[in-house]
């Protein structure tokens, strides 16, 4: 329970409020700087607070939101770091969740490789689903909409 609400604190008040609503200035660049502590304290198991799939997935959405430049291959190392990092800790797994949100941080990028990323994302989603069988990996209408948006 108390993680949960140290959790719910650090998306409530430290990665979401500046970051989503500027992307730029004063609260540009939070998220991945207020995760860090998080990920080291996780590594050495000194401190029962680690991020999850579920904090990564805040820190992607701030991404999505935000007015930086390369906002989508930050996406996209998020998503391979949070595919290391799932090796050891099964709770930084990516889910279709994850897939959703770099979807769409990448549909919000101007990036002229886009369609090519997405559709790449897409086909390993399907492809994770299939050969898992894994409910959490299954595609929803939100990763087919992001397809379609581009």
């Known amino acids: 329970m108390k993680l949960k ?7 409530e008040k430290i990665a ?12 540009r ?6 995760l860090a502590p998080m990920e080291e304290n996780a590594e050495d198991f000194s401190s029962r607070i680690s991020p999850n799939a579920y904090t990564y997935n805040c ?10 430049e390369n906002k ?9 770091k949070m595919k290391v990092m799932a090796e050891t800790n099964s709770f ?3 889910d279709c969740t994850t897939y959703n949100a770099v979807m769409n941080c990448i549909t919000k990028s101007d990036n002229p490789s886009a369609p090519y990323k997405v559709e790449a994302l897409m086909e390993e989603l399907i492809e994770i689903y299939k050969s898992t069988g894994d409910a959490a990996m299954r595609p929803t209408n939100r990763a087919f909409n992001a397809c379609v948006r581009l």
Request: contains cysteine; charged residues 25%.
């Open 59 to 68: 820190v992607i959405f701030c991404y999505t939101w935000s007015h930086m």
């Open 5 to 11: 609400i140290l959790l719910n604190f650090f998306t």
């Open 92 to 94: 930084c797994r990516p």
């Open 29 to 34: 660049g939070r998220p991945p700087k207020r």
């Open 16 to 27: 979401k409020p500046k970051y989503v609503k500027t992307g730029t200035g004063k609260g």
């Open 72 to 80: 989508d291959q930050k996406a996209l190392a998020m998503l391979e």
